[in-house]
Structure formats: structure tokens, C-alpha cells
């Protein structure tokens, strides 16, 4: 494999903290909209929910590009993220924990206007979470102040999919990228995100992205289709490389002429879903940054879902760890 662990990684999203919630299937009758999806909702909303909940709640630093950018740097990559955050006691510890990763803090930007965005992740017994995100500060990030010296030492942008809903964000970051001659790879994120921006997605991936990692919901959102190697066919006539995740069977993989299908790893208890795609995108990049081949970067990125899917919250426990860090140094 080709030593390139030069290269580092610019994550742009939602500096967000992870309130990890388990409730019954029935919970989730008294709450709007689809089960698995995510959907924006008000401070007062999402307090409201908490109120409601069968147990306290656990808190974790987490957000979409944030999940992936910290299982970057667990790998040892030097990362860094692009978001905003408000000034308060969620953001002091956020700053810490991103800190002692060995995470690159200088460009998170703060405002006093809002409190630190929160994601409520309700964890239904079959481990599927359903999530209800209020940005708070992160919305508040405008493209006036993201400048070309956020990307400088960077090779490599991450965008998470809920960049996408705000279009003059979105764009001023792709430029950036763009004139910073970084590679892009985005995460669709959610299939809301992507029934909300279709009509502008195709143009972003054809001039913007090199990488597109969507899960089966993102691609039949899309593409409209339930054939994942149809939406990897769609996808990779705008990017150059391609990931359709479907869960537990494992992922498509496809880039230029070469296509695979990496199985997923055997689970034997799913405890919570909330951020494996966003780990397993770390696995990949990882690995593709690194020089692997799509087998070997799947087989990292499958390994790390696994694990993470394992445990409650958005990393695998320190035992996961160990076996990661190991399949990571073999590649």
C-alpha cells in the first residue's frame, strides 16, 4: 500500500452533541414523521421530547462530518472541522474531547446568539435510530466566514448531507475546496436531504465531488430505484468513486471500471445504528487515502460499522478499537 499518510482531512458540518436516547417502538407514535429519518426541530420541541423520555438520556460530541473526522483521527490521520458552535458549557467539552483526539480545534467558529447544537437519537430495540436535530449555533455559520485558510495543510474535504440544506453555505465551501485543490467526498446523510436538494444535487456531484457515499434510502431518493448497482451506475457517471451502503448485507463500491461488493460483518447483538455510517466512512477514507484498494478500504470501513453498531453512541468501546487499529496496520 502506498504510505500517503500525509494527507489530511478537513471535515465541514454540524458540530453537534448526541443526546442517545433507547425507547420503545411505541415512542415513536408521539413524534412526526418517518422512523429513521432525521428531522429539524426547535429547542423548545426537542426539550419537550426529552421531558417524554423512558429514561435519561446519555450525551455524546457527535455530528455527521464530525463522527467521521474523529474516527480519522483515532486512525491517526491529522484532521481538523469546519463548523460553528455556541459558547457554552457543551461547547467547552466538545472542544476536549475533538482535543484530545488530537483534533485540530482552530477551525471551529463560535457565536454567543445560540446554544450548541443537540441531535436526540432515539434508539428503538432493534438498534434503528430516529433523529431530531435542533442546529442551534451550527446553523448559524455563514459563508462569509469561511475563507481559502480554512483548507490550508488540508488535502482532503469531508461534507456532511445536511451542509446541503443551506445552498450558499454549500457552494462557498465546494469553491473553497476547489481552490484549495482538495479532493471532496460527501455523505448524503439523510434521504430528507436528499428529496430536498435533488434538483441541485446532480450539478454538485458532477462539479463539486469526487466521492458520494449514500445508503439505500439516499439512493433510491436519488436515483429512484431499488437497484443498488443501477444507483452505483448513476452516481459514478458524476463522481469518480462511489458507495451504496446497505446496512447489514455490506456495500457497493465502484470506481472508473472496477466494481465490488464488500459483505458486512457479522453482528451478533445490533445495540444502536447512530453514527456507523459515518464511521464506516472513516474506515474507507482511511484506507482509499492511504492507497488500498476498494476491497481492502471496504473491509477496513466494514469492520469499524460493526463495531461501532455494537456499543450505544457514535464509536466503538476500546476493545473495538484494538481490533480496528490492528486491521487498519495490516493494510
Not at 65 to 88: F, H, Q, S, W, Y
Amino acid at each position: 500500500m502506498t504510505d500517503n499518510k500525509h494527507d489530511a482531512v478537513l471535515g465541514v458540518g454540524s458540530p453537534i452533541v448526541d443526546v442517545l436516547a433507547r425507547v420503545p417502538e411505541s415512542f415513536l407514535d408521539t413524534i412526526s414523521g418517518a422512523k429513521g429519518g432525521m428531522e429539524l426541530v426547535s429547542p423548545e420541541t426537542m426539550n419537550e421530547i426529552i421531558t417524554r423520555l423512558p429514561m435519561p438520556p446519555m450525551e455524546a460530541p457527535g455530528g455527521s462530518a464530525a463522527n467521521t473526522i474523529c474516527t480519522l483521527a483515532r486512525l491517526g490521520m491529522p484532521v481538523g472541522l469546519l463548523g460553528k458552535m455556541g459558547e457554552d458549557e457543551l461547547a467547552d467539552a466538545y472542544r476536549r474531547t475533538f482535543s484530545a483526539l488530537g483534533g485540530d480545534c482552530s477551525r471551529f467558529k463560535t457565536t454567543s446568539e445560540k446554544l450548541t447544537a443537540r441531535c436526540l437519537s432515539l434508539i428503538t430495540p432493534d438498534g434503528e435510530r430516529t433523529m431530531r436535530t435542533d442546529l442551534g449555533a451550527a446553523m448559524l455559520l455563514h459563508p462569509d466566514e469561511i475563507s481559502l485558510s480554512d483548507f490550508d495543510g488540508y488535502t482532503h474535504t469531508h461534507i456532511e448531507g445536511y451542509l446541503l440544506l443551506d445552498e450558499p453555505l454549500t457552494l462557498k465551501v465546494f469553491e473553497m475546496a476547489l481552490a484549495h485543490s482538495c479532493s471532496v467526498s460527501l455523505d448524503l446523510g439523510s434521504f430528507e436531504v436528499v428529496r430536498t436538494t435533488r434538483d441541485k444535487l446532480t450539478g454538485w456531484l458532477r462539479d463539486y465531488v469526487d466521492m458520494v457515499f449514500a445508503n439505500e434510502d439516499e439512493a433510491r431518493a436519488f436515483c429512484d430505484t431499488d437497484s443498488p448497482t443501477v444507483a452505483l451506475d448513476a452516481f459514478c457517471e458524476l463522481c469518480a468513486l462511489t458507495a451504496v451502503k446497505l446496512g447489514a448485507q455490506g456495500a457497493w463500491l465502484q470506481s472508473g471500471g472496477a466494481r465490488v461488493f464488500v459483505e458486512a460483518n457479522t453482528v451478533e447483538t445490533v445495540i444502536d445504528t447512530t453514527g456507523a455510517g459515518d464511521c464506516w466512512a472513516g474506515g474507507f477514507l482511511y484506507g482509499h487515502l492511504n492507497g488500498a484498494s476498494l476491497t481492502a478500504s471496504g473491509a477496513l470501513a466494514a469492520l469499524i460499522g460493526a463495531e461501532t453498531v455494537s456499543t450505544l453512541g457514535a464509536s466503538p468501546t476500546p476493545q473495538g478499537w484494538e481490533r480496528i487499529l490492528a486491521a487498519a496496520t495490516a493494510l
